[in-house]
Nanobody
């Protein structure tokens, strides 16, 4: 069973930056498409960003485009989410997710991802 563990969340003020990190226990991490999702209280889980197994393609949710950047380090078996210019509406629990696929396109549907982390809280105050 692949384990994903997120870190890097916290409480920040609007306009600040945070970098989330997710480490995978998989020995074939470079075959996994990775993504970040988030869920705010009372709302559905939302796709934030994704990156293909090759790292050659990324995709972002509309609300974070231009502010967030996803990247991966296959040697460290980590995926990162750099979040800049944070807004109060970015407040949510952020989840790392992975799917064993060398798909050339990023998929944003959460049901396609088999492996999930426990989540890390990001709170942005105004």
């Amino acid at each position: 069973q692949v384990q994903l563990v997120e870190s890097g969340g916290g409480l920040v003020q609007a306009g600040a930056s945070l970098r989330l990190s997710c480490i995978s226990s998989s020995s074939v991490f470079n075959s996994y498409q990775m993504a970040w999702f988030r869920q705010a209280p009372g709302k559905e889980r939302e796709f934030v960003a994704g990156i293909t197994a090759s790292g050659g393609a990324t995709d972002y949710g509309e609300s974070v485009k231009g502010r967030f950047t996803i990247s991966r380090d296959d040697v460290q078996t980590r995926v990162y989410l750099q979040m800049n210019n944070l807004k109060p509406e970015d407040t949510a629990v952020y989840y790392c997710a992975g799917r064993l696929s060398r798909d050339s396109q990023v998929r944003s549907r959460s049901s396609l991802y088999r492996h999930w982390g426990q989540g890390t809280q990001v709170t942005v105050s105004s």
